[in-house]
């Protein structure tokens, strides 16, 4: 009776430690010391050596936990300087989350080991977008829509050097190109610029073409296992189909009502987790069906909005798991357009080309990018 008691209460006092900041570390040490404890007053040999080798055992996980975030709070050989860091560039939005603060204009500067790797100006239009490309007609002959994160914002590049300006630019000022690419944002945050009327609010023409820029990393973003997007549009996959559930802050899982949430947000807490998310970012099977269904869902609501408008993918290279991902959206009727493909001299096996230590291309794949669509996507 008093082992089944000390049981209990080893597993109540579990999941009350998995409440406090570092929850593994506070796990690994309550279970090593009951395990000490039973190793100490059990006489059996074969329990005894079981209760050593769980004590052991958490010892060590405890120890793999403290290193990772040992390591996470060392400072980084990457670091940005200038106003970027400076202004208030990540204001809360209704829609998104965050975003840019309107009308502002701020400078980086990337220093990786101190050597500064690329110095970029990201200038923001009054509805928070990255400064557009001049329209040479009145009217234009049509919106072009530039949805995805980063990637399509430009990040690294000054605002003239980004893919949408190209295109305005390449397409003789024909189109009025709207980016509306952000630092972090993933296809969610598309979805709802379209659903909440963000898009009808600052286009001036009907929408001929819609983008996305799709890297694997959206595929976790989608599912909100990011730590910057707490408060960003969430979608829920069920029987119903694709369905917007508030924010991701909005989810309060339970170990007993969402027992699969709640044990992803508990390894969202961890470093242990966040590692292993890192290294296999969004892969999991629920999370690419949903991730799936925001892209098909995106490219409905281009559908039902502007008739006349075409939406394609442009897909950055990846894993295996993330070309299966961009064939079931070919096989879906999503016209995918990859990006090395855009880049016909890319040597066999060689990787698409980015800046020196950072993830994002660079000015050339950018206008590689720009002149496909330019010439391929609206003709």
Not at 63 to 73: D, H, K, Q, S, V
Not at 100 to 126: F, N, Q, S, W
Request: with cysteine; aromatic share 10%; glycine share 10%.
């Amino acid at each position: 009776m008093r082992a089944v008691v000390g049981v209990l209460v080893l597993l109540a006092a579990s999941v009350g430690v998995l409440r406090l900041p570092g929850p593994l570390l506070w796990l690994c040490g309550l279970w090593a010391s009951a395990s000490a404890l039973v190793a100490a007053r059990c006489k059996p040999l074969a329990l005894r050596a079981f209760a050593v080798t769980c004590a052991a055992l958490a010892l060590v996980l405890a120890a793999w936990e403290g290193t990772l975030l040992w390591r996470e709070a060392r400072p980084s050989s990457t670091r940005f300087e200038g106003s970027y860091v400076t202004q208030d560039l990540w204001l809360p939005h209704p829609t998104f989350g965050y975003g840019p603060k309107p009308g502002l204009a701020v400078e980086a500067t990337r220093l990786v080991a101190g050597e500064p790797i690329y110095t970029a100006r990201y200038t923001y239009d009054a509805h928070g977008l990255r400064q557009p490309p001049p329209v040479s007609v009145t009217p234009p002959a049509g919106a072009v829509l530039c949805f995805g994160g980063s990637f399509t914002l430009g990040e690294g590049v000054a605002d003239e050097r980004a893919y949408p300006y190209r295109v305005g630019v390449l397409s003789e000022g024909r189109y009025e190109v709207l980016n509306f690419g952000f630092h972090g944002y993933g296809p969610h945050h598309s979805l709802a610029a379209l659903q909440e009327g963000v898009v009808d609010r600052v286009r001036t023409s009907e929408p001929v073409l819609a983008l996305y820029l799709a890297i694997s990393d959206h595929v976790a973003r989608a599912a909100g296992c990011k730590s910057w997007d707490r408060e960003g549009p969430r979608y829920v996959l069920g029987p119903d189909g694709l369905q917007r559930a508030g924010r991701f802050s909005d989810a309060r899982p339970t170990l007993f009502s969402d027992r699969d949430l709640w044990l992803r947000e508990l390894l969202r807490r961890t470093a242990i987790g966040r590692k292993l998310r890192g290294d296999r970012s969004g892969y999991l099977h629920d999370e690419r069906a949903r991730y799936e269904a925001v892209v098909l869902a995106l490219r409905d609501e281009v559908r039902a909005r502007y008739p006349g408008a075409s939406f394609h993918v442009l897909a950055w290279e990846g894993e295996s798991a993330w070309l299966g991902t961009l064939t079931r959206l070919g096989e879906a009727g999503v016209p995918v357009h990859h990006v090395r493909a855009m880049l016909p001299d890319l040597a066999e096996g060689q990787r698409l080309p980015t800046l020196p230590g950072d993830p994002h291309p660079t000015p050339e794949v950018y206008e590689a990018i720009a002149r496909y669509v330019a010439t391929q996507l609206l003709r």
